[in-house]
């Protein structure tokens, strides 16, 4: 099959795993951009594509370098604007152009933007995106005991930080 | 207070919205991947291995600047020396000089040699590139400068006033090695040498190549012709201007000659100076030899009074005749030159049997 042909294909197969990675990597909707980058990119590289290797998880691994890329950027361009925006509003953690449907998930998805970034990284992988261990350790290059640990810790760290009332409610009713 | 258990929060964690894209924004970027796809094909190869291309090209340039830099580096070793010690020592020539118990030869590293006399500099050798022959032809005050003749290399000689404390005149040769681009310049101080002990010194001078001796240029070394005179009677020599007569020259026996001179007012005041000397060069060894025979001993010159009268024998059409006996120690091609009072008059090339 011919590349252009392929990299097609694997954008009508794969593009919805590599526009949710994105928005939750990144907690923006606005991310298409950089859905078209990566599969740009993956044409370009796709040469150094292994064959044996799933093109899901490889595609993935692009979009989040991609991904990392852009949070530099901005990093850099918007360090003093969030500084100056951090002094008058200490909540203002989460980007505003996209609503979760509940408090629960709101403050859920709050806590995974705390967690240090091995545990985001698997959280949201493992997690949100329900990929497999072996999926997992392909996009970061992990070993798969690796991805099952650090999973388990950030876990355990989540359950830490959810301590809410809210929380706490829910959990009565679901027991109850 | 309860929490969560492990299996609730992974729950929860999977229960997060899934995102769809909406048909615009998949429209556009099938749009785009089409286009990529037509233009993008030739220029993956080059676009992916420019990166180590370009580096192997910054390599290979430092590597062929390095070994250009390198080889010219080595060139220079071989080739390039500009000044006359460096050409010369690592060069393949070497001179030597008559040696005296008057003066001691000081070699220096450089390859040039001082004469030394009471811890005082008398004189010396140096070799010098033409350029700095120039150079050093310049800082003097020449008081006479002319081609030298008689000697076996060619070359110049000056002589120069320095008029400082210890030194009156500088008697300078430069002889010019027929086998490289140097030139030897031989110096000598008055009033510690005169112009005499200072020329036979000079005469002495000789240039080897891997030990071999330099002979000069061969001009020098042509046989003399015979030409004849109004009686018929046939010279050696050069017409018009210096012949002699006598038997066949056979070595170890001693003959009688007759020297003639030829000429006019320049040679008649060169014939007047004084006593003649006849300094006769062996070709092969380069030695210079006495070949005058006065009362059975072997002398350099005959006594002749400054201005004494001249003795011309009108039949041959000479200005000055003068009659010697001469004996040669080998055979061999020897040339022989004349001198009068000191100055040079003409030369002559013969054969010995």
Known sequence: MKKEERIKQWFTLYHNDIYNFLIYYLGTKDVEDMVQEAFVKGFKYIDQFEQRADPKTWLISIARNIAIDHIRKTKRQYALVNQLKSIFSEKSKLPHDWVLEDERKKELYEAITELKASYRDVVILRGILDFTPEETSHILKWKIDKVNLTYYRSVQSLKKKLTSEKWSDYIDAINR | ?353
């Open chain 2, 1 to 353: 207070m309860t929490r969560l258990t492990d299996e609730e929060v992974i729950m929860e964690l999977k229960n997060f919205k899934s995102y769809k894209m909406n048909s615009n924004q998949l429209q556009s970027i099938e749009n785009e991947l089409n286009q990529l796809s037509s233009e993008n094909t030739s220029s993956t190869f080059i676009f992916r291995f420019y990166k180590p291309l370009l580096s192997m090209i910054v390599l290979l340039l430092f590597l062929v600047s390095g070994s250009y830099f390198a080889m010219n580096q080595t060139n220079e070793n071989t080739g390039k020396y500009t000044t006359g010690s460096g050409i010369f020592l690592h060069g393949d020539e070497s001179f030597k000089m008559k040696n005296s118990d008057d003066f001691i030869m000081k070699r220096n590293k450089d390859g040039s040699m001082f004469f030394m006399a009471d811890g005082k500099k008398v004189g010396g050798i140096e070799p010098l590139t033409e350029d700095e022959k120039m150079k050093s032809i310049q800082t003097q005050n020449p008081f006479v400068s002319q081609d030298l003749e008689g000697f076996r290399y060619s070359g110049t000689y000056n002589l120069d006033h320095q008029k400082t404390m210890d030194v009156v005149q500088i008697h300078h040769y430069y002889f010019k090695s027929p086998h490289s681009k140097l030139n030897y310049h031989v110096y000598f101080y008055t009033p510690f040498f005169n112009g005499d002990t200072a020329a036979e010194l000079a005469y002495s001078f000789k240039i080897y190549n891997d030990g071999k001796l330099l002979q000069g240029s061969d001009e020098n070394w042509k046989l003399s012709t015979e030409f004849a005179t109004p009686t018929f009677e046939v010279l050696v020599g050069k017409k018009d201007k210096i012949g002699i007569a006598g038997p066949p020259f056979i070595a170890g026996k001693t003959d009688k000659f007759l020297w003639h001179f030829f000429g006019s007012h320049n040679e008649i005041e060169i014939l007047t100076r004084g006593d003649f000397k006849i300094m006769a060069t062996n070709k092969d060894s380069g030695e210079h030899e006495r070949v005058l025979v006065q009362n059975s001993g072997m002398v350099w010159s005959y006594k002749f009074q400054k201005d004494s009268p001249l003795s011309p024998i009108e039949k041959v059409g000479s200005i000055h005749s003068i009659p010697v006996n001469m004996k040669f120690s080998n055979s061999g091609i020897y040339r022989l030159d004349t001198y009068f009072g000191g100055e040079r008059f003409d030369s002559i090339v013969v054969e010995v049997k």
